[in-house]
């Protein structure tokens, strides 16, 4: 399967002097199409900066990144833009869906933004919310859905049209251990279409969705699963859990 990002020895150094943050240091992270790799750490570990740099939001102070096998760094600021807005969907602990906008609308709000027509849009969104067994919510509003399923709408919307790499921060942080699984499940279903994810949760169980758990301590991955962890493995035994 191809790389869909790649983190090359990247490190991150907030402030200067006495006051420097080494958030990150030396990280070296890759993840394939069509796998979910979640991330843990404790708070102030280097996750929210793995995320944001991982999403071109910000820039390492050293070491490489590439989406889609190309490095931001050989990148025009116009072309990082563009896959921003085109290749990488952002999902936030928050939801972030527009309350003036019906579900369908929401979904469809970055393809219009990139310039294609409302209708065929709208269409795309529906088959995406289709995809994902949420037809049923289009029509509504986010202030008629459910913490859970706005967050599963907004999953939708971070991977609508010809996205490659979705990044959650936290997007079970403010459900439910039911609407938390939901959220996981549909992160999985989409990846199952070839995006590749990454999660930050702080939820053992949660990251057992993922196919691969990299942990983060101090700005170092300090550990990560070698393979597969998958739900199924704490379903099939009870004893295991
Ligand atoms: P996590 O998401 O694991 O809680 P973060 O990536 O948010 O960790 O932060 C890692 C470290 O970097 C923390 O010590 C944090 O205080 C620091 N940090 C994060 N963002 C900034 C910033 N914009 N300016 C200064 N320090 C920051």
């Given at each position: 399967?191809?790389?869909?990002?790649?983190?090359?020895?990247?490190?991150?150094?907030?402030?200067?002097?006495?006051?420097?943050?080494?958030?990150?240091?030396?990280v070296d992270m890759s993840v394939r199409?069509?796998?979910?790799?979640?991330?843990?750490?404790?708070?102030?570990?280097?996750?929210?900066?793995?995320?944001?740099?991982?999403?071109?939001?910000?820039?390492?102070?050293?070491?490489?990144?590439?989406?889609?096998?190309?490095?931001?760094?050989?990148?025009?600021?116009?072309?990082?833009?563009?896959?921003?807005?085109?290749?990488?969907?952002?999902?936030?602990?928050?939801?972030?869906?527009?309350?003036?906008?019906?579900?369908?609308?929401?979904?469809?709000?970055?393809?219009?933004?990139?310039?294609?027509?409302p209708k065929a849009a709208r269409e795309?969104?529906?088959?995406?919310?289709?995809?994902?067994?949420?037809?049923?919510?289009?029509?509504?509003?986010?202030?008629?859905?459910?913490?859970?399923?706005?967050?599963?709408?907004?999953?939708?919307?971070?991977?609508?049209?010809?996205?490659r790499l979705v990044l959650a921060d936290?997007?079970?942080?403010?459900?439910?251990?039911?609407?938390?699984?939901?959220?996981?499940?549909?992160?999985?279903?989409?990846?199952?279409?070839?995006?590749?994810?990454?999660?930050?949760?702080?939820?053992?169980?949660?990251?057992?969705?993922?196919?691969?758990?990299?942990?983060?301590?101090?700005?170092?991955?300090?550990?990560?699963?070698?393979?597969?962890?998958?739900?199924?493995?704490?379903?099939?035994?009870?004893?295991?859990?």
């Open positions: 399967m191809t790389v869909a990002m790649e983190l090359r020895g990247v490190s991150r150094v907030y402030g200067s002097g006495a006051g420097e943050v080494h958030a990150l240091r030396h199409a069509g796998e979910l790799v979640a991330v843990m750490g404790p708070s102030g570990s280097g996750k929210s900066t793995l995320l944001t740099i991982a999403g071109s939001l910000e820039e390492p102070s050293s070491g490489e990144v590439l989406v889609g096998g190309s490095s931001l760094r050989s990148m025009s600021a116009n072309e990082r833009a563009r896959l921003r807005r085109r290749a990488i969907g952002y999902v936030f602990q928050d939801f972030n869906l527009l309350a003036g906008l019906t579900a369908v609308e929401n979904v469809a709000l970055p393809l219009e933004l990139d310039g294609v027509g795309v969104g529906l088959a995406v919310l289709e995809e994902l067994g949420l037809a049923g919510q289009a029509r509504r509003y986010p202030d008629e859905l459910s913490g859970g399923e706005r967050q599963r709408i907004a999953i939708a919307r971070a991977i609508v049209g010809d996205r936290e997007p079970t942080g403010a459900l439910d251990s039911v609407n938390g699984e939901a959220v996981m499940r549909l992160l999985r279903t989409a990846c199952k279409r070839g995006v590749a994810g990454v999660v930050v949760t702080h939820d053992a169980q949660l990251a057992s969705w993922a196919d691969r758990i990299v942990f983060l301590r101090d700005g170092r991955v300090v550990d990560q699963t070698s393979q597969p962890v998958g739900p199924e493995s704490l379903l099939t035994d009870g004893t295991s859990r």
